[in-house]
């Protein structure tokens, strides 16, 4: 079977593409100047039409894998991303510590937050797993957007284990972060907690909800009791 190479992975998605979706995808991206996505560029393909073309690609190599994640179109990132999730899924410990590795080492490129959500909690996670867990502190203190939301989305796999330890020091940390979009996975994340035990979620906000930003807030309390949600909101817990 003939390797899979960067070139005919790129020309297959590309192929895909459509105009219209191009130009939802970037106002959707926030690609404008000043905005956090400024710059990016849009193919026009569907997630689910990406990850399809996954499956027919899923033995690629790694530098061929790399090479769509430099690019500067988004979907292509996207693609090289959930190859790299398939591919630690799919591998030996030594293929799950290369792949993890090319990720940390190439993350600059994993810079939106649907790339981000795509993959954080289903590579650094686990591989984090039995190991220290302080890089997921670094990055939670990085000047960068894209980390901060790397390290909180990475505690969505230990979230899932019961095991919220991380996740309410690194919301902590990232309590008062000026970003929308640290506000919304925080928030998130919170609310993930409390869907499996409400009362650990409750015990956070008691501490913290008078001082976190709002749209924290309504993330973590959006299925709360309408009277519940309703008091949080106006401060009278």
Same mark, same amino acid.
């Given at each position: 079977?003939?390797?899979?190479?960067?070139?005919?992975?790129?020309?297959?998605?590309?192929?895909?593409?459509?105009?219209?979706?191009?130009?939802?995808?970037?106002?959707?991206?926030?690609?404008?100047?000043?905005?956090?996505?400024?710059?990016?560029?849009?193919?026009?393909?569907?997630?689910?039409?990406?990850?399809?073309? $996954?499956?027919?690609?899923? !033995?690629?190599?790694? #530098?061929?894998? &790399?090479?769509? +994640?430099?690019? %500067?179109?988004?979907?292509?990132?996207?693609?090289?991303?959930?190859?790299?999730?398939?591919?630690?899924?799919?591998?030996?410990?030594?293929?799950?510590?290369?792949?993890?590795?090319?990720?940390?080492?190439?993350?600059?490129?994993?810079?939106?937050?649907?790339?981000?959500?795509?993959?954080?909690?289903?590579? $650094?996670?686990?591989?984090? !797993?039995?190991?220290? #867990?302080?890089? &997921?502190?670094? +990055?939670?203190? %990085?000047?960068?957007?894209?980390?901060?939301?790397?390290?909180?989305?990475?505690?969505?796999?230990?979230?899932?284990?019961?095991?919220?330890?991380?996740?309410?020091?690194?919301?902590?940390?990232?309590?008062?972060?000026?970003?929308?979009?640290?506000?919304?996975?925080?928030?998130?994340?919170?609310?993930?907690?409390?869907?499996?035990?409400?009362?650990?979620?409750?015990?956070?906000?008691?501490?913290?909800?008078?001082?976190?930003?709002?749209?924290?807030?309504?993330?973590?309390?959006?299925?709360?009791?309408?009277?519940?949600?309703?008091?949080?909101?106006?401060?009278?817990?």
């Amino acid at each position: 079977m003939p390797q899979v190479t960067a070139k005919a992975m790129r020309e297959a998605l590309h192929a895909l593409g459509d105009k219209k979706i191009a130009e939802h995808s970037a106002g959707f991206f926030k690609s404008g100047k000043g905005e956090y996505g400024e710059g990016d560029r849009f193919v026009g393909v569907r997630v689910p039409v990406i990850r399809a073309q $996954v499956k027919k690609s899923r !033995d690629a190599p790694l #530098r061929a894998v &790399l090479s769509l +994640l430099k690019s %500067s179109w988004h979907e292509e990132r996207l693609f090289a991303v959930l190859l790299l999730v398939d591919q630690y899924k799919r591998g030996s410990e030594d293929d799950r510590e290369r792949v993890f590795n090319a990720y940390i080492e190439h993350r600059e490129y994993v810079n939106n937050w649907d790339i981000v959500d795509a993959s954080a909690h289903l590579i $650094v996670g686990p591989y984090l !797993d039995k190991r220290s #867990r302080k890089l &997921l502190y670094n +990055l939670a203190d %990085s000047a960068m957007l894209w980390d901060r939301r790397i390290a909180m989305m990475a505690t969505y796999h230990y979230i899932r284990k019961l095991d919220f330890v991380d996740a309410l020091k690194i919301a902590r940390k990232l309590r008062d972060d000026e970003h929308d979009l640290i506000h919304k996975v925080v928030g998130w994340m919170l609310r993930e907690i409390g869907n499996r035990d409400s009362a650990v979620e409750e015990a956070y906000l008691q501490k913290h909800y008078k001082k976190m930003p709002r749209t924290m807030l309504r993330y973590a309390i959006e299925k709360f009791p309408e009277a519940r949600r309703k008091a949080y909101l106006n401060g009278n817990v």
